[in-house]
């Protein structure tokens, strides 16, 4: 089992490069099922997540090829087959079900096991399908898989409940080839919305005012192949600033998109972070003196709910009481008693944590319990008194290409071992 031990003492210093965002390629390569032409994806980022959702849609025979050294997928989905996924690798990753969309926009049925996910919510998946039976198809669920079936999908208007990430995404999906202008309202507005908006409009789609809460879709008879690139991982980016906090450290991230951090920069500033745009990057610099704040996640452009828990690593380094909301997910507190065996001080109230700062954190064993938990103990381990060993480690790798490369880099004494 690889564990990931990491020892502190030491300032980051260096720059270090971006990779795409994760959740930006997954939805692209489920979009690729749209076109029976080639897409090829470049700067892919080479992820466990990427990894499970190739496989899944190489089992209804889509040909991938993954060319690690030029960091590339090529997708082929022109002999796909509409028959069910293989259900282990589906529930591997909740991110899976944005098949779906594409799946029924492209045959006009398709069957899926309910997807997975980290274990940080019980995520339910009633707004997709909201979205789907208001496009014209029928949908059922029961015995662990949804279906639905559709003569033809038409074009509606969808208001979301909550703007919903992959509800989104996946209606968005369903929408480019149906009938007639789909408007879903109360859209989700991340980046990554955006990103795939972008990538279905190179491929023939008419989407309009993704980014925004209203988006406008008029469907076309078809879409053709494309080559492109995804944005900058916001959340990587934003891990590595919550790295260099902590560790008081000065370091350049390169390749990011300044406006897509506002959210995470406007609270590290507000912590008493230095940070400066540059020339293809920005500059973090944790010299100063640090004050508590107060964070509450929400939807773009919002605090993200993804970088919660690195936000909590730093904060129980912070002298004074910060208080973190999460109004997001209802689970996603699980690192608060892995950073407590490390000596932090966090009370959790519902969904509330009430960090107060702590002069030292020491080193101990403890267990990503999800991905960015993971992130937050790596970060707290920099600076941690000894070293921390994280087991549990598979829940990094789902969404940081190759963290402790880019951490080594930087100067951190980290490696990954086998125990
Ligand atoms: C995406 C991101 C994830 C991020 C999350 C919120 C991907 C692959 N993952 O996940 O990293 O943490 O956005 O920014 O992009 N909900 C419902 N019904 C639904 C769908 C969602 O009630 O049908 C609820 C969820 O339970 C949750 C909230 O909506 O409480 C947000 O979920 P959503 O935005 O859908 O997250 P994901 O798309 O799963």
């Known amino acids: 089992m690889n564990k990931m031990l990491v020892r502190s003492g030491r300032q980051l210093q260096g720059e270090v490069n971006i990779s795409s965002a994760k959740n930006a390629i997954l939805p692209i390569i489920a979009a690729s099922i749209l076109s029976s032409d080639t897409c090829t994806i470049e ?70 096991s309910f997807p997975g996910g980290c274990n940080i919510g019980t995520r339910p998946i009633d707004l997709h399908l909201k979205g789907f039976a208001s496009l014209g198809a029928q949908v059922s ?147 100063n003196n640090f004050n508590p704040i107060d964070i509450k996640t929400m939807p773009y452009p919002g605090f993200p709910t993804d970088m919660q828990a690195q936000m909590m690593s730093l904060l129980c380094t912070v002298h004074g009481t910060s208080v973190i909301t999460e109004t997001i997910f209802e689970n996603r507190f699980m690192h608060a008693s892995e950073l407590e065996k490390m000596g932090a001080n966090i009370k959790i109230n519902g969904r509330c944590a009430i960090v107060e700062g702590v002069d030292t954190l020491t080193g101990s064993e403890v267990k990503a319990t999800d991905l960015r938990a993971g992130a937050a103990l790596i970060i707290a381990g920099l600076i941690a008194d000894g070293y921390t060993k994280i087991r549990d480690i598979y829940h990094i790798d789902r969404g940081y290409v190759n963290i402790e490369e880019k951490f080594k880099q930087l100067g951190a004494n980290i490696e990954r071992i086998e125990e």
């Open 141 to 287: 669920f029961g015995h662990g898989y949804v279906e639905a079936y559709a003569n033809k999908l038409v074009g509606s208007r969808i208001y979301l409940d909550f703007p919903s990430v992959g509800a989104t995404e996946n209606i968005m999906m369903a929408a480019v080839l149906a009938e007639g202008e789909t408007v879903i309202e109360n859209a989700a507005s991340e980046p990554e919305v955006e990103d795939l908006a972008n990538f279905l409009k190179r491929m023939g789609a008419q989407i309009y005012g993704a980014g925004t809460d209203t988006i406008r879709i008029i469907g076309v008879k078809e879409l053709k192949g494309v080559k492109y690139r995804p944005i900058p991982d916001r959340i990587e980016a934003g891990t590595f600033m919550a790295a260099a906090a902590i560790t008081k450290s000065r370091i350049k991230l390169n390749g990011v998109n300044e406006e897509h951090l506002k959210p995470i920069i406007a609270k590290l500033v507000e912590v008493g972070v230095i940070v400066i745009p540059d020339k293809d990057g920005i500059i973090i610099d944790g010299k």
């Open 43 to 112: 700067n892919a980022p080479m992820l466990r997540d990427v990894f499970v959702i190739c496989d899944v849609l190489k089992t209804i025979n889509a040909k991938i090829s993954i060319k690690n050294i030029e960091d590339k997928i090529i997708i082929n989905t022109s002999d796909l087959v509409c028959e069910e996924p293989d259900s282990d690798l589906v529930r591997k990753m909740r991110a899976s079900f944005l098949i779906m969309g594409p799946m029924i926009a492209r045959f006009k049925k398709f069957k899926i």
